[in-house]
């Protein structure tokens, strides 16, 4: 058996050189998002927001890639021009749900006794509340804004990652490498901020980009509940439920936001697991 | 053993054996690994007769496990097994199909595997798993093989099989898990029973029980390829021995000439690298110790004892509410440059000693001076200033090694404390890697990049790094091979002998206690049962545990071979 291991393990080149075709297609996708953000005006072929009743409703065409709303307004360019918001709203969201769930996770994992299970056991019950009846109550008291959006999906993915990084944490802390350092006088500051956090929070590239993905579905839903931001901005979810109304006319006001978000989506996913892979090849 | 006069000679109670049961000629295995073919066992021959031990002796990467899976059909996907000749019971091995091999398997060869933890199915009752050999191959009702079932565990030696039958494999013991997966090896009676290293991973006076059923099982006729790194095992059982190394035979012959009298250097290294109270006060290996470490180094002035335990106690609590003391008052005594033996089975409480030792477990009760000071009284934050007295290594040094850092850095590290200059860090690393004779080239290379012998080098180094006086090394050689064990266990030495550091040192191999340590402390349930010199404790052992712990020790005196 450790023969084994010893003659395959050193051999193994590091797979660079072959890109999975998958990433590639992620990764492609995630620029040209991130061009669409930045400047949206290359990408689009229409003013997002001219009203061209005559056109209204149409399908997809050369004129309008994918189709037209109730309007007449470009849907290919409304989308392009959404892209900066939803994303912002996805980056908002997992950034907010990290952050807080690094508080969160470390209190429960390094503070002394008492506070460490009272938020143990925060977290929990965060964790049995429903993320979406958490998230309408949070744009109930202070109304529905992307700000909202960005607080109401972070604090609903939040829970899930605090536990995450608990756990991680929890390890490093018992890891014989902390042993170590205690064993050298090392102090507890020293102790982890060298070795407990990095070596818990490595993952978290991973998983944040996970997280982006997963939070612009979630917000997505809100916009489409109609509790995300207001109408006349292209933002996806927006579109979505402004399309809501003519499913059975114009069935591309739906399908087409809806793979866009589907596509966005799995890219970031597809990209998180790579990291998340790749960052576990470097541990083991 | 008395077992041998119970059981008449197969032969003369009239059974007709074929004369071979399993033969290897010119036995190869390579692996393609990225498409590049790497031979891992070039060139392994023998015989397997009925009633015979072949053991197979060599270290991690020699090629012996690779062997020994190839020889049930296992080597895996990617390998390439090839020979002049490989027949099973006279039919050509080589030529079978995975269909036919999993007829063979269970049936014909039994394999018993190193690891009882991880080759048992942790949710399934050790019966079922017994009961899947039998049910696999058809034979008997339900009903038949779960007495069956008993039948085996009672024949390996497990007491109250009807209970144990029923309990999962973390219910159980490592011996217990160990019976249990030799039970199922054995299950179908094959007449060829494989073991991979099946005692590595437990206590000896449960090694001695496991190789006792490998005993009977040869005495009642059974053929046994026994794999180990373990020559005082091999010694137990073998009839005919094969050295291996780098995939290559250096030596194969009979147990008797191969210990007795061995040719090739490399089995005669293996042979004298085995510590023992023969051997205190000789070298193990024939690898020169680095000069560094033999230079003698200003050392600290000391008088008396450097570390005294008084009545310590520690308790923990078990999930039903039961309190366990994991050490009940042990006391003990640590001089200048000496060295203080712990021995005692897994969970007699030698590793918790160790940590309260350290102050890096909460004692329960009970204080530890360190250089006659107050230690274990002090809270956490004066402690530090301490620690650089009283260094630690552990059993696993790569558990021990932030997998982020490189060997610099970690040594580095272990100099934080030190009034050192930037330059003067870094002169001292080097210097440390001389001590334990290690190349300048490891620095930057990390933990993982190492071998089991380079880490445990670094650390040593890193131990020694902020000068302590005492050094607390737990299982410290335990998981090296025995060559390397040899290298270290000398390097240890000579370092004792020019920084007059002193050691506590705690293993279950009572081996190396006796090589290494100037008095010995046996423990067992958290107790110590008797404390003495080594002459002491081998040659006039007085509490019946400590009899019974020398009594399992295999016999490994080269000298009985040559006779």
């Known amino acids: 058996m450790t023969a084994i291991r010893s003659a395959t393990v050193p051999t193994r080149p590091i797979q660079l050189r072959r890109l999975p075709w998958g990433l590639f297609v992620a990764v492609l996708l995630v620029l040209l998002l991130a061009v669409a953000a930045i400047a949206p005006q290359l990408l689009a072929t229409h003013d997002p927001y001219a009203l061209d009743y005559p056109a209204a409703l149409q399908g997809p065409s050369w004129a309008h890639w994918f189709g037209t709303d109730e309007s007449g307004r470009d849907l290919y360019s409304r989308l392009v021009f959404g892209a900066g918001q939803s994303l912002l709203i996805g980056l908002g969201a997992a950034g907010v749900g990290i952050v807080l769930a690094l508080i969160l996770g470390s209190l429960a994992a390094l503070a002394v006794k008492p506070a460490a299970v009272v938020v143990d056991r925060f977290v929990e019950v965060m964790f049995a509340f429903p993320a979406l009846l958490l998230a309408l109550l949070l744009i109930a008291i202070a109304g529905p804004s992307a700000v909202t959006e960005i607080f109401a999906v972070g604090l609903g993915t939040a829970p899930g990652y605090a536990r995450m990084i608990r756990g991680q944490i929890l390890a490093a802390k018992n890891s014989g490498y902390v042993e170590a350092a205690t064993a050298l006088g090392h102090s507890r500051a020293r102790i982890v901020s060298a070795h407990i956090l990095p070596n818990a929070l490595r993952p978290l590239v991973a998983v944040f980009a996970l997280s982006v993905g997963q939070s612009i579905v979630w917000s997505s839903s809100l916009s489409f509940l109609g509790l995300g931001v207001a109408p006349p901005a292209p933002e996806w979810g927006a579109l979505l439920d402004a399309g809501r109304g003519y499913i059975i006319q114009a069935n591309w006001l739906e399908v087409i936001p809806g793979l866009v978000i589907v596509a966005v989506a799995l890219a970031a996913t597809t990209i998180g697991r790579h990291l998340q892979a790749h960052l576990e090849k470097g541990e083991k | ?563």
């Open chain 2, 1 to 563: 053993m008395s077992i041998a006069e119970t059981i008449d000679d197969p032969v003369e109670l009239g059974l007709d054996w074929p004369a071979t049961r399993l033969s290897a000629r010119n036995l190869r295995v390579s692996f393609l690994v990225d498409g590049v073919r790497r031979d891992i066992v070039r060139g392994l021959s023998f015989e397997l007769t009925p009633g015979e031990c072949v053991a197979i002796v060599g270290e991690s990467g020699s090629g012996k496990s690779v062997t020994a899976r190839a020889l049930v059909g296992l080597a895996g996907r990617n390998s390439i097994v090839e020979a002049d000749s490989l027949e099973l019971h006279h039919e050509d091995a080589l030529a079978f199909t995975p269909r036919k091999w999993r007829r063979v398997r269970g049936r014909d060869v039994g394999f018993i595997l190193q690891d009882a933890l991880v080759s048992l199915d942790p949710l399934r009752p050790v019966r079922s798993e017994i009961a899947e050999a039998l049910a696999l191959h058809h034979r008997g009702t339900r009903s038949e093989r779960s007495r069956r079932v008993i039948d085996l565990l009672t024949r390996v030696g497990v007491p109250f099989p009807e209970v144990r039958a029923r309990q999962r494999p973390d219910q159980l013991s490592g011996g217990l898990r160990q019976r249990a997966l030799i039970a199922s090896a054995i299950a179908l009676d094959p007449d060829i029973v494989i073991a991979d290293e099946p005692t590595t991973a437990l206590d000896v006076s449960v090694q001695a029980q496991v190789l006792g059923e490998l005993e009977k099982m040869k005495l009642r006729g059974a053929s046994v390829i026994l794999i180990s790194h373990d020559l005082s095992v091999v010694a137990q059982l073998a009839d005919q021995i094969l050295v291996m190394r780098g995939g290559e035979v250096l030596e194969q012959g009979t147990a008797a000439q191969v210990l007795g009298s061995p040719k090739h250097d490399y089995t005669k290294a293996l042979i004298a690298a085995v510590p023992s109270e023969r051997t205190r006060g000789q070298k193990l290996s024939p690898t020169a110790v680095p000069d560094a470490a033999t230079a003698p180094v200003r050392s600290h002035r000391q008088v008396g004892s450097v570390l005294e335990a008084r009545d310590l106690v520690r308790r923990f609590v078990s999930p039903d509410g039961a309190v366990n003391r994991a050490v009940d008052r042990v006391s003990f005594t640590l001089g200048a440059g000496e060295t203080l033996g712990i021995v005692g089975e897994s969970g007699s409480g030698k590793s918790t000693t160790a940590k309260l030792a350290l102050g890096l477990e909460r004692l329960d009760g009970g204080t530890v001076r360190l250089l006659g000071r107050d230690w274990s009284t002090l809270p956490e934050r004066r402690r530090r200033r301490l620690r650089p007295r009283i260094s630690f290594v552990n059993q696993d040094p790569l558990s021990s090694f932030d997998p982020r850092w490189n060997v610099e850095r970690i040594l580095l590290d272990a100099l934080r404390g030190s009034r050192l200059s930037r330059f003067g860090r870094r002169a001292r690393v080097l210097e440390l890697l001389g001590l334990v004779g290690l190349s300048s080239e490891v620095l930057d290379r990390f933990p993982l990049k190492l071998s089991g012998g380079q880490r445990q080098r670094v650390a040593i180094a890193r131990a020694l790094a902020p000068r302590p006086s005492v050094i607390v090394l737990d299982e410290a050689v335990s998981a090296l091979d025995v060559t390397i064990q040899a290298q270290i266990l000398d390097l240890l030495v000579a370092l004792q002998r020019s920084s007059g550091v002193s050691y506590l040192f705690i293993s279950h191999d009572l081996g190396v206690i006796s090589h290494l340590s100037d008095r010995v402390l046996v423990m067992k349930d958290g107790r110590v049962v008797e404390e003495g010199t080594p002459d002491d404790i081998f040659q006039r052992p007085q509490h019946p545990y400590t009899r019974e712990l020398i009594a399992s020790i295999p016999a490994f005196d080269p000298a009985a071979f040559s006779a």
